[in-house]
C-alpha cells in the first residue's frame, strides 16, 4: 500500500491508512500523512475494474461534471481527483488495479438511514441542486461507463437469463422473492414507455452517498456535497428521485434480515418530493414530473431485480460479507417495493 501512496504524494510519514465506507463495489481508505510538515487527510481508493470496465472513462465524466458545477452557482463542495505525481487521474499498479485519490472532507457525517422528514428534505434537496447544475452539461458527453446501468428492460432481461442459469439450490430459497419480480414485471416497460428525457444523472443518489456537516442540527442538516460520482452518465430523472425514495423511505438498513422493521414512511417520501422539487420543480418537463411517483417502485423493483439476480447465480458482482447477503438485502427491497403500493 505504501507503494500506491507515493504514487500521489511525496511525505514524511504514513500516519495511517484505514478501511472507510460501506460502498458494496470499490475499496475505500482514509489516508492521513505528513506532507510538507502538515498533516493532510485523503481519500484512497481502489475502482472495480470488474464493474468499471473503462476506468478512465469514469475519471473524464468526474472530471467533465467537476469542470461543469465549477462554473454554475452551486453551494455544495466538488468533489476532485488528485492527480499522481506524473500527472494521472488514476495509478495503476503492477497487480493490475486502478486506483485514485479524493480530496477528504473533513468535519463531515454520512447517514446510512434518514430519520427525520428534515434530513429527507435536506437529503432531496442536495441531490436536487446536483441535478439543477447539471441541467445545462450536455449529456451525450459523457460516457456510459456501465452500458445499460438503469436499463431496467435490460436488466429484466439478465433476470430471465439468471433464473435460467442459477444454482438450483439458491433459486429454491429465493423463489418467493423472484415471483414478485416477474409478478410486476411490467413495471419496466411502462417507464420506457414515457421516453423521458436523457440527463446528466448521478444514478446512486443513496443517503450516504452525501456528506453533511457534522456540526449542524441533525434533525435539520447541513448538506456539504455529494460523492460517489462514478455512474454520472445519461439517465432519466427517476433514477435519481428512485434511489432517494428506495434509501430515504425505510428505516431499515439495506441488509436488514428482520423484515417486520421495513416500512414506507408517508411524510419521508412528502419531504423528499418537496426537497427535490424546490430545486428541480421549474426545470422538469411535465412528463418527468407526472412520473416521479413511480421513480420509487421502479427503481426499488429495479435494485431487487439486481440483488436477486445476483444471489442466484452465485454473487458474482456485489461484495458480500456473508452466503445470504444479497438474499437478505433483495428481500428488504422486495418488502419496501411491495409496501409503497
Ligand atoms: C452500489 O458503490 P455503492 O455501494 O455506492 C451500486 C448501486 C446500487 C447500490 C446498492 C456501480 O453502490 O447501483 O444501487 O450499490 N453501484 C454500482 O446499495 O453498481
Ligand atoms: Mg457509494
Do not use: C
Not at 428534515?118 to 442536495?126: L, T
Not at 435490460?154 to 429454491?172: D, M, S, V
Not at 442466484?312 to 409503497?340: C, P, S, T, W
Request: aromatic share 10%.
Amino acid at each position: 500500500m505504501e507503494q500506491i501512496v507515493q504514487h500521489f504524494f511525496d511525505y514524511q510519514q504514513l500516519i495511517s491508512l484505514t478501511p472507510f465506507g460501506s460502498g458494496h463495489i470499490n475499496d475505500t481508505y482514509r489516508l492521513e500523512i505528513v506532507s510538507g510538515g502538515q498533516p493532510q487527510t485523503w481519500l484512497l481508493q481502489r475502482l472495480n475494474h470488474h464493474v468499471f470496465r473503462q476506468p478512465e472513462a469514469v475519471m473524464q465524466n468526474i472530471q467533465l461534471v467537476a469542470e461543469h458545477l465549477e462554473k454554475q452557482p452551486y453551494e455544495l463542495k466538488i468533489l476532485k481527483p488528485q492527480p499522481t505525481l506524473d500527472g494521472h487521474w488514476l495509478y495503476y499498479d503492477p497487480s493490475g488495479n486502478y486506483w485514485r485519490v479524493f480530496s477528504f472532507f473533513d468535519k463531515t457525517a454520512s447517514y446510512e438511514q434518514v430519520e427525520t422528514p428534515g434530513q429527507a428534505h435536506a437529503a432531496a434537496k442536495a441531490f436536487g441542486a446536483f441535478a439543477r447544475a447539471l441541467n445545462g452539461l450536455d449529456a451525450s458527453q459523457l460516457q456510459a461507463t456501465i452500458p445499460n446501468f438503469h436499463n431496467g428492460l435490460w436488466r429484466l432481461e439478465q433476470f430471465h437469463e439468471a433464473i435460467q442459469h442459477a444454482l438450483p439450490e439458491r433459486l429454491t430459497e429465493a423463489r418467493a422473492e423472484v415471483d414478485v419480480i416477474l409478478a410486476h414485471q411490467s413495471l419496466f416497460q411502462q417507464v420506457a414507455d414515457l421516453h423521458l428525457p436523457l440527463r446528466a444523472i448521478h444514478h446512486d443518489t443513496k443517503v450516504n452517498n452525501l456528506l453533511f456537516d457534522a456540526a449542524s442540527d441533525t434533525a435539520h442538516p447541513t448538506a456539504v456535497a455529494v460523492i460517489d460520482l462514478d455512474t454520472v452518465m445519461p439517465g432519466i430523472v427517476l433514477s435519481d428521485f428512485g434511489d432517494l425514495v428506495r434509501t430515504a423511505t425505510s428505516l431499515a438498513n439495506e441488509d436488514e434480515a428482520d423484515l417486520s422493521k421495513i416500512h414506507f414512511r408517508q411524510p419521508i417520501y412528502g419531504a423528499l418530493l418537496e426537497g427535490f422539487l424546490s430545486e428541480m420543480g421549474d426545470i422538469l418537463t411535465p412528463a418527468e414530473r407526472s412520473a416521479l411517483p413511480l421513480a420509487g417502485p421502479w427503481l426499488t423493483l429495479m435494485q431487487a431485480v439486481r440483488f436477486i439476480g445476483d444471489y442466484i447465480v452465485g454473487d458474482v458482482y456485489y461484495k458480500v460479507k456473508y452466503a445470504g447477503h444479497n438474499l437478505v438485502r433483495g428481500r428488504g427491497q422486495v418488502a419496501l417495493f411491495e409496501q409503497m403500493g
